[in-house]
């Protein structure tokens, strides 16, 4: 999979929004989530990987994504198949998007 954020401006009304997709290249199947992420006018900003691909942590904010500054960077783990989401904490910084643990086993 290829994994990419998007970001969209509508001109009238202005309204800024974007998401996070993926391609399946064997399949050539192209599916979005996170659409018109919003929390406050946060935007995703940049993400990572899980090791098995089934999870993505990425960072919102209020910046623009990829910009080279942000204003209050927060992090969020979202379920690749599914797209559902959650917060996880504020104020973090890049290095956290990487932190991934391997799977509990009872």
Not at 9 to 15: E, G, I, L, M, S
Not at 56 to 70: G, M, V
Not at 80 to 98: A, E, H, M, R, S
């Amino acid at each position: 999979m290829i994994g990419y954020i998007y970001s969209n401006v509508d001109q009238a009304p202005y309204a800024e929004y974007g998401g996070f997709c993926v391609i399946t290249l064997a399949s050539n199947n192209s599916r979005c989530m996170l659409e018109k992420f919003e929390l406050d006018g946060q935007k995703i900003i940049d993400y990572s990987w899980s090791p098995d691909s089934n999870f993505i942590s990425f960072q919102y904010d209020t910046s623009c994504p990829y910009c080279d500054y942000s204003d209050s960077p927060q992090l969020a783990i979202a379920d690749v198949k599914t797209g559902k989401y959650f917060p996880i904490g504020d104020n973090v910084n890049g290095f956290q998007l990487g932190l991934w643990r391997p799977p509990l086993k009872p």
